[in-house]
């Protein structure tokens, strides 16, 4: 079945320095890729997404390019501020049997930024 | 601003008491989902409603059902709750079931039981 995996966490990191968070994944057919992030106590927001080979998708700083050949979607951002301090989920969505797609979660890793 | 919307955000509830959560769209989306989410772990897809096709996860304990009125309103209702229903519940939306539709989340009903 699809899977999707992505390092634990918790991630560090002091301000402004640069994050990178692996992400790699499993599916049969041609999914779509996803990073959420969640902030405590709250829903998952979307932060970026791509749905083909060699899409970049970014957003608030954050980039992921979609790697068919690695299958991987690793998130990456230059410059991290404390306020990025979150649990980050990969996730994708690929057709089933049964004629539609459902979202398959990674675990998630928590980032921590310090002043 | 178009958004999904959950209410409670917090619920309390005792042990075998009946209890439903909320959630509103203004998205005008087809399909809403609900997720459980334990503490430090990814959401669980409970199920899903394509208009008003019902869609259950195979491994969904009965205790859990839902019911979509309409197109903007779903609602997740548990029927005995156990100590182990205590949870995160998401509720999400999106604008159809391909592969490359967003799913949007709504801020969550965190539910305690006592």
């Known amino acids: 079945g699809d899977s999707v995996t992505q390092m634990e966490g918790p991630v560090t990191l002091s301000e402004e320095a640069f994050l990178t968070i692996n992400c790699t994944y499993t599916?049969?057919?041609?999914?779509?890729l996803f990073w959420y992030v969640q902030y405590p106590g709250e829903g998952l927001q979307l932060l970026l997404k791509a749905t083909k080979a060699d899409d970049k998708g970014s957003n608030k700083g954050f980039e992921a390019t979609y790697r068919k050949e690695t299958t991987s979607f690793h998130l990456e951002k230059g410059s991290v501020q404390v306020s990025d301090s979150a649990v980050y989920f990969c996730a994708l969505t690929a057709p089933r049997g049964s004629g539609y797609s459902t979202l398959t979660f990674g675990k998630g890793t928590m980032l921590l930024v310090s002043p | 601003d178009a958004m999904v919307i959950q209410n409670p955000r917090y619920q309390v509830t005792q042990f075998g008491k009946p209890v439903t959560l909320s959630c509103s769209q203004t998205?005008?989306?087809?399909?809403m989902y609900w997720y459980q989410q334990k503490s430090s772990q990814a959401p669980k897809l409970l199920f899903h409603?394509?208009?008003?096709?019902?869609?259950n996860e195979a491994d969904t304990p009965d205790n859990f059902q839902s019911r979509r009125p309409n197109t903007s309103f779903c609602f997740l209702d548990i029927r005995s709750p156990g100590l182990g229903d205590a949870a995160m519940y998401l509720c999400a939306t999106s604008r159809d079931l391909e592969s490359w539709d967003t799913q949007y989340f709504g801020p969550g009903t965190r539910l305690t039981v006592l």
């Open positions: 409603y394509y208009d008003k096709d019902f869609n």
């Open positions: 599916a049969t057919g041609y999914p779509s």
């Open positions: 998205l005008n989306h087809n399909v």
